[in-house]
């Protein structure tokens, strides 16, 4: 969740405001010169129920206590990408840019409550440094950031602390649960998910839905957000609200990127991997300790079809560009030229969605059908690891759950705020559809470790080729890509 659902917030609110009223009555009857009439029996309360009130969850400074760290020198080793959302979310000084000021304010307050200083080293190759330095016994790294993919080359169980053997409290919500779940191997977590940083929002894959555009096509943005809280957003309702939405803007009687489209997709492998999931179709996982593919499925079948249906007429349109001038996915729907886009979260920040004149939200990914029982949203996932070489490694994991806390509490709110035309502290509706969208990001064993021999290509050769038959393109790679998930699972034992 965002924090609470800002929904329930305002109905607190409400509640208060109805009590103070009352207390406050301007009745005559209840004035200074008309006292209450107390004549009547009190209330029996010998056997009235009390409702407990709610807690808040503990936070990681109730578990720490009073506890001071003198100057403890906290250092994340941090890459490969190159990317602001990586280098600049662990160790930032104020620059004027919301975001990253953010970081900087969460820092501050951690190294203020804990005595404690933050530190970050940036390295290309991230993987191969933190394996060098925890084979020589140096402790110059006290948590190493990396994505699943990069990260399995380290032999965890070699390397890394079992980051459930410190103590912290790995179910509360800046810890990201679903992620985090998928990710327990053998009833170890290596690797941990959280809320420290927007990167891994940031990588969401969503569907961004233009509600001006909408309402000129005839839907009311009420009515879609509904069917979305309802679970009801499906594929084959993405379909039907994008049927009559091609306009021949540019009038070169030809589809071309600058007229009017229905849904833009990001014609990118990833990007089709993500429709795949959201519609509950995982790639691979584990069963008694061994790999498993999933993928050649009844399910599978039916996704890619409805996507080639999709794809086939005029209405909708696959761009390989994101943000380039005359292809790009996140212009023709900045311009107000596309119904829904799907791309990571992170365009709306560096596409300058903001810019838009139109008004738009972000949407999970759509399921299959009505009977799914949950949406799912994936992305590229930057995980935090404990090396072998701490010295105290419950220390660690105690600073690493207070920035958790404190990126939940300040640096993903704002990600929202700035990102996002509606802001959904403005709106109860749009807070629950981005607890929605928070509550679903996932991945599997199968979708971060089972690219390295192309699989996730294998829904885009389809479309490319407006073919339904994807068995055997999944089964020319399935027994080299099982063998190397059988290596990586040899790196947990």
Not at 15 to 33: H, I, K, R, V, Y
Not at 240 to 258: I, V
Not at 403 to 410: A, D, K, Q, R, T
Not at 468 to 489: G, H, P
Request: negative net charge; contains cysteine; proline residues 4%.
């Amino acid at each position: 969740m965002v924090k609470k659902s800002l929904s329930l917030l305002l109905a607190i609110l409400m509640l208060a405001g109805t009590f103070a009223l009352s207390a406050c009555s301007d009745d005559p009857a209840q004035g200074e010169n008309n006292p209450a009439d107390t004549s009547a029996p009190a209330a029996d309360t010998t056997t009235a129920e009390t409702t407990p009130a709610e807690t808040e969850p503990p936070t990681p400074y109730d578990l720490i206590g009073n506890t001071k760290y003198d100057g403890y020198v906290y250092t994340v080793l941090n890459g490969p990408n190159t990317s602001k959302w990586v280098t600049n979310m662990i160790e930032i000084e104020e620059t004027g840019e919301v975001l990253f000021d953010a970081v900087y304010q969460r820092n501050k307050i951690v190294e203020d409550k804990l005595g404690v200083v933050t530190k970050s080293m940036y390295m290309k190759d991230t993987a191969k440094v933190a394996m060098q330095a925890i084979a020589a016994d140096d402790d110059a790294y006290q948590t190493i950031m990396l994505r699943a993919e990069d990260a399995a080359s380290m032999a965890p169980k070699e390397y890394l602390i079992d980051i459930k053997t410190t103590g912290i409290d790995l179910e509360q919500p800046w810890f990201t649960q679903r992620t985090n779940q998928v990710n327990e191997i053998g009833g170890k977590l290596y690797m941990a998910s959280s809320e420290m940083v927007a990167t891994n929002i940031a990588n969401t894959y969503v569907v961004f839905y233009n509600e001006s555009l909408s309402k000129n096509l005839g839907t009311k943005p009420e009515d879609l957000y509904k069917i979305v809280l309802d679970g009801k957003w499906t594929i084959d309702k993405l379909a039907e609200m994008t049927k009559g939405a091609y306009k021949d803007l540019d009038g070169d009687n030809a589809r071309s990127w600058g007229d009017q489209y229905g849904y833009a997709l990001w014609d990118s492998a990833e990007a089709m991997t993500a429709l795949q999931y959201g519609m509950g179709q995982g790639t691979g996982d584990i069963v008694n300790g061994e790999p498993r593919l999933t993928i050649i499925s009844e399910r599978q079948g039916q996704i890619i079809s409805k996507l080639n249906s999709m794809f086939a007429g005029t209405d909708n349109v696959r761009y390989p560009g994101l943000n380039t001038a005359d292809n790009g996915v996140v212009p023709i729907f900045r311009e107000g030229r596309a119904l829904f886009a799907t791309v990571i979260m992170m365009w709306a920040y560096n596409g300058n969605m903001r810019e838009m004149t139109d008004v738009y939200a972000a949407l999970p990914t759509p399921k299959l059908d009505e009977k799914q029982e949950d949406y799912q949203c994936i992305g590229s996932s930057y995980f935090f690891m404990l090396p072998k070489t701490l010295k105290d490694a419950k220390k660690t994991a105690n600073v690493l759950a207070a920035l958790s806390y404190e990126g939940y509490n300040i640096v993903y709110p704002t990600f929202w705020e700035i990102t996002m035309k509606t802001k959904f502290s403005d709106n109860p509706t749009i807070a629950s559809i981005y607890d929605l969208i928070n509550a679903s990001r996932t991945l599997d064993f199968g979708y971060m470790y089972g690219n390295k021999y192309k699989l996730r290509n294998v829904i885009k050769e389809c479309l490319d080729n407006k073919s339904d038959d994807y068995v055997s393109r999944y089964t020319a790679v399935q027994n080299a890509t099982v063998e190397y998930m059988k290596e990586i699972l040899k790196s947990y034992q």
